[in-house]
Nanobody, 120 residues
């Protein structure tokens, strides 16, 4: 089993920045893909960023150019640097991991989520 714990959420003004962190523990040898999902009230869950083996990255169009995902392989941490935040970015952000080379609709491992609120 793999456990994921997120941190770094909070309240920020539009145009500001936050850095989310996710720490993985347990049987992490099989993890290849890690990333971040978000879900806002009344909206569909959205995959915002993925990193594969600490190298390949992919972003949702809504965050491209503003968010950056990275991974510290030695510590099994994944980060999401969020710049130029907009009120539309307000959501609960979830870290996820998978033994696959992509993040599927229902990843094998999930964190508990961290709230990000962007004020206008």
């Amino acid at each position: 089993q793999v456990q994921l714990v997120e941190s770094g959420g909070g309240l920020v003004q539009a145009g500001g920045s936050l850095r989310l962190s996710c720490t993985a523990s347990g049987s992490i040898f099989s993890v290849n893909a890690m990333g971040w999902y978000r879900q806002a009230p009344g909206k569909q869950r959205e995959l915002v960023a993925t990193i594969i083996n600490g190298r390949q990255t992919k972003y949702a169009d809504s965050v491209k150019g503003r968010f950056t995902i990275s991974r510290d392989n030695a510590k099994n941490n994944v980060y999401l640097q969020m710049n130029s935040l907009k009120p539309e970015d307000t959501a609960v952000y979830y870290c996820a991991a998978s033994p696959e080379m992509i993040l599927p609709n229902t990843p094998k491992f999930w964190g508990q989520g961290t709230q990000v609120t962007v004020s206008s």
